[in-house]
């Protein structure tokens, strides 16, 4: 796979879903800025390893965000592609989560991919080319209880995402979404209170209304990570508005 000129950008690279994208696009040569909001986390992840620029972004402050865009695109080079991977979860009943959850949820997940995302695209619009995926989630057209705010915040963003690349199609630039199922991530085993967790999920709920997973496994972030750098690539040079599920079948196609 050949990848767009110039710097790609990942937002929550510390760990998770982020890191694995990061490290997949440093072993293709590609130059990477990596953004996350544990400064901390993105020393640790990323001390002498070469490639990759690490930067210490809130997405959710619309005028830092800018700031740092701007930043890289002085300082280091043009950005070529963006990987919106920063999200968070917070579980509860959605007739007793705390409103401060609520705003939280969509504070990172929806508003970060939009502000993250507009800024980046402003510059790859007078440049005429670029490549932008969010990374969603199944349970963005899928209902899933006691997730009521992320289920909401997912589905917000994959339809900006896709209403965005609708506005950029002609500019040469395109945007599409990724929407992973249960991954081996952090956020994943927060949900797991033993280490039946992964059978549990695997088997499904009919408690949970959950079907389980066909392909008998859960993701680990490398398995998303490759489907986030097909469509960065020129592999995908053709695609645009697309949502690709990565999830073992667990929502059966939708």
């Not at 081996?184 to 009919?206: C, F, H, K, N, Y």
Request: one cysteine or more; a negative charge; charged letters at 15%.
């Amino acid at each position: 796979m050949k990848f767009e000129s110039g710097i790609t950008v990942v937002s929550g690279a510390a760990q998770g879903i982020g890191a694995a994208v990061v490290d997949a696009l440093l072993a293709r040569q590609v130059q990477v800025v990596a953004l996350d909001v544990n400064a901390d986390a993105l020393v640790r992840r990323y001390a002498g390893v070469g490639g990759v620029t690490p930067l210490a972004l809130d997405v959710c402050d619309a005028a830092a965000v800018e700031r740092a865009v701007a930043q890289i695109e002085t300082e280091i080079g043009p950005i070529g592609a963006l990987a919106n991977v920063a999200g968070i979860l917070r579980m509860g009943s959605l007739l007793d989560a705390p409103v401060a959850d609520w705003l939280a949820t969509f504070a990172v997940n929806t508003h970060g991919v939009f502000h993250l995302s507009t800024a980046v695209a402003r510059r790859m619009k007078a440049r005429g080319h670029g490549a932008i995926v969010t990374v969603g989630s199944n349970a963005a057209a899928t209902p899933r209880t006691l997730m009521g705010a992320y289920c909401a915040s997912k589905a917000a963003s994959a339809q900006f995402t896709r209403c965005l690349g609708l506005e950029l199609a002609e500019f040469g630039i395109r945007c599409n979404i990724v929407s992973p199922g249960s991954t081996d991530t952090e956020m994943q085993r927060q949900l797991w209170t033993d280490d039946s967790g992964p059978a549990r999920v695997i088997a499904g709920s009919l408690d949970g209304y959950r079907l389980g997973i066909p392909l008998k496994k859960i993701a680990t972030p490398d398995d998303v990570a490759g489907v986030v750098l097909f469509l960065l690539s020129d592999a995908a040079n053709h695609v645009t508005l697309q949502d690709i599920v990565v999830d073992g079948g667990a929502t059966l196609g939708r």
